[in-house]
């Protein structure tokens, strides 16, 4: 690291006072190499699109049948008895 390099007094990154000599963040760790720069911005949150906090619910999923899964219940059964009968 150049000696010249003069460490920030808030990481970019997490947001935790950073010591006047400090070579890497003492909250999250970062530093210079790793994205502890001055164009950096701080984290704050997950950039989702304004549509996710609407009170809308979201758009139901395509179900299976309520009949489907009963089936496949019986006919595994099924095949497990079979299994044990027929040796």
Same mark, same amino acid.
């Given at each position: 690291?150049? $000696?010249?390099?003069?460490?920030?007094? %808030?990481?970019?990154?997490?947001?935790?006072a950073?010591? $006047?000599?400090? &070579?890497?963040?003492?909250?999250?760790?970062?530093? %210079?190499r790793?994205?502890w720069? !001055? =164009?950096?911005? &701080?984290?704050?949150?997950l950039?989702?699109?304004? +549509?996710?906090? =609407?009170? !809308?619910?979201?758009?139901? +999923? $395509? &179900?299976?049948?309520?009949?489907?899964?009963?089936?496949?219940?019986?006919?595994?059964?099924?095949? /497990?008895i079979?299994a044990? /009968?027929? &040796?």
């Amino acid at each position: 690291m150049p $000696r010249d390099f003069v460490a920030p007094t %808030e990481c970019p990154v997490c947001g935790a006072a950073v010591p $006047r000599n400090a &070579r890497a963040c003492p909250g999250c760790g970062a530093d %210079e190499r790793s994205g502890w720069n !001055e =164009e950096a911005t &701080r984290y704050d949150g997950l950039n989702l699109p304004d +549509s996710a906090f =609407e009170d !809308e619910p979201p758009a139901q +999923s $395509r &179900r299976a049948p309520g009949w489907l899964w009963p089936l496949v219940g019986f006919v595994t059964l099924a095949a /497990i008895i079979a299994a044990f /009968i027929f &040796r």
